[in-house]
C-alpha cells in the first residue's frame, strides 16, 4: 500500500505538472472550432447545427456560439434547410478547408516531434498508463 511519503511526492509532482489546466486546454479544444472543423471535413453527409451538438455532446447553445465565431472568420457558411426553415445547414468555406488541412499538417508535426523525442514504445505506455489512471480516479466527493 502507497505510503504518505509517496502519496505527497506524487500530488507534488503532478502540481507541477499542471495535468488538470494541460487536459482542460485538450477538452476545450474537442468541444471547439477543431472539433466541429473537423466534423465537418470528415462527414459524408449533410451536417446541421443539431447534428453537431448532438455528435459533439455540446449544448445547442454552445454550437449557436462557434458557428457564429466561424461564420465571423470566413470558415463555413450557414444555411438554411429548404424543406424545414428551422434546420440549420453547415458547410466549410474553402478557408475552412484550408484550414483544418493545416491544423491536421500541425499536428501530426506535434506527434512526430513527441515520438521522435519520446519515443514510440514510451509514448504507448503514457497512453496505457494514462487510460489505467482514468478507470481509478473519479471526482472527489464534496460534502
Do not use: C, W
Not at 63 to 92: F, N, P, Q, W, Y
Request: no cysteine; aromatic share 4%.
Amino acid at each position: 500500500m502507497a505510503t504518505q511519503a509517496q502519496i505527497e511526492a506524487m500530488l507534488h509532482k503532478l502540481e507541477q505538472f499542471h495535468p488538470a489546466a494541460f487536459f482542460k486546454r485538450m477538452d476545450e479544444t474537442q468541444a471547439g472550432i477543431g472539433a466541429v472543423l473537423r466534423l465537418l471535413d470528415e462527414s459524408n453527409e449533410t451536417i446541421t447545427a443539431g447534428k453537431i451538438s448532438d455528435i459533439l455532446n455540446i449544448s445547442t447553445a454552445r454550437v449557436a456560439v462557434l458557428l457564429k465565431k466561424m461564420v465571423a472568420r470566413g470558415l463555413i457558411t450557414k444555411e438554411h434547410d429548404v424543406s424545414d426553415a428551422r434546420v440549420t445547414i453547415v458547410k466549410l468555406t474553402p478557408l475552412g478547408k484550408q484550414l483544418i488541412f493545416e491544423m491536421r499538417q500541425d499536428l501530426y508535426q506535434q506527434m512526430g516531434r513527441i515520438i521522435d523525442q519520446i519515443g514510440e514504445e514510451r509514448l504507448l505506455e503514457f497512453i496505457d498508463t494514462f487510460h489505467e489512471i482514468r478507470k481509478i480516479v473519479s471526482p472527489p466527493e464534496i460534502g
